[in-house]
């Protein structure tokens, strides 16, 4: 449980609206109505809702999984002191659930555990059943997550030697639907492009990664709402692990292949009108704390600042359930001293940080 935190007064210029104001926070939550005795802590800046990490894993570190809550906390840390307040935990082997409600820690939203096929993902991260078990799996995950359940889409099958899907077309429609039913949504894990089809079908929430979207099927995710998290930083290593299969020629070829679309990917997506989401993959070979960089790579992509700024803030909060800033919205919130909009590079070096109501910085 959260402790009380005493009354905090801030004014700045509060995004995305761009106005300047004076706001309050008591119990936890924002208001605009003056609050008699509250510390003022700022005077000028500007007021962002808290970034927004949506693909990360606390609980993996780059070599592997973090083993124990301490060492998981220290992640979360990690990406709070990036400016990341919310995470929408994308897969752990850890039980973050007493994480929950750490009053120092970024709020999670957790999607349990990576649900693989045997020897078609990273050992040690997911459960791993066959096909006739992957409707009774999303059930299970949806029951211990929080409110998202994973799937790895495609992996490399290496008697193909390249990346091949892992669930049958019916499979994953019975799957995705018992995922809704109990109300969760599924974020799947894809790189290539054979996968996609019968996934989109099935209709899945968000695609991650991503790298092998076609131009009709952008059209289809816009028009259904599923969102694209690209994790463009962790694609970049994509040449890199290219160089490290010299065993499956096909599939390095393809990873390269993949890295060299991959930025016109997320630009095409962005024109067509698909919800593109700012999500590091820290913990998938990426460590904590870079959600600054993915903001930055979506721009570089080819999104406009403010929409690379709004992916990872104030419309990935409303993606994931969350207001910004607003009357009685939970006081989760990034000042800086210069305007982000006009310089991304700004977010680097935040002036405060408010999470849960208590001043973290």
Not at 11 to 30: C, F, K, N, S
């Amino acid at each position: 449980m959260t402790s009380p935190a005493p009354p905090l007064h801030l004014r700045g210029v509060v995004l995305p609206e761009g106005e300047e104001r004076d706001l309050w926070v008591v119990a936890g939550r924002i208001t605009f109505e003056p609050v008699p005795g509250a510390e003022t802590v700022l005077r000028g800046g500007w007021l962002l809702p808290g970034l927004v990490d949506a693909h990360c894993h606390v609980g993996i570190a780059p070599d592997g999984p973090a083993g124990d809550l301490d060492a998981a906390a220290g992640q979360a840390r990690a990406d709070r002191d990036a400016g990341a307040l919310l995470i929408r935990d994308c897969g752990s082997p850890v039980d973050t659930r007493p994480l929950l409600d750490v009053e120092d820690l970024p709020r999670i939203v957790r999607a349990g555990r990576h649900i693989a096929r045997p020897k078609r993902y990273l050992r040690e991260l997911g459960v791993e059943v066959e096909p006739g078990g992957l409707v009774d799996a999303v059930a299970g995950q949806a029951a211990y997550g929080g409110g998202w359940v994973k799937l790895v889409g495609d992996w490399i099958d290496r008697d193909a030697g390249d990346l091949a899907p892992l669930w049958p077309a019916d499979v994953l429609v019975a799957a995705v639907a018992r995922a809704h039913g109990l109300g969760a949504r599924v974020a799947v894990h894809v790189f290539g492009e054979e996968a996609l089809p019968d996934l989109i079908a099935a209709g899945v929430d968000s695609v991650e990664h991503g790298t092998g979207l076609s131009p009709d099927q952008l059209g289809t995710l816009a028009a259904r709402g599923t969102a694209l998290v690209p994790t463009l930083i962790n694609v970049d290593n994509f040449p890199s692990i290219a160089e490290g299969a010299s065993k499956y020629p096909a599939y390095a070829g393809h990873m390269r292949r993949l890295f060299r679309t991959s930025r016109e990917r997320v630009r095409a997506a962005y024109e067509a009108g698909v919800r593109v989401v700012a999500g590091s993959d820290a913990g998938g070979g990426i460590g904590h704390g870079r959600v600054v960089d993915e903001i930055r790579a979506l721009r570089d992509a080819g999104l406009p600042a403010e929409a690379a700024l709004a992916a990872g803030s104030w419309d990935a909060r409303a993606w994931l359930g969350l207001p910004g800033i607003a009357e009685g919205a939970p006081a989760d919130l990034v000042a800086y001293a210069a305007d982000p909009r006009a310089d991304l590079s700004t977010l680097a070096v935040p002036t405060r940080t408010v999470l849960r109501g208590h001043l973290i910085l």
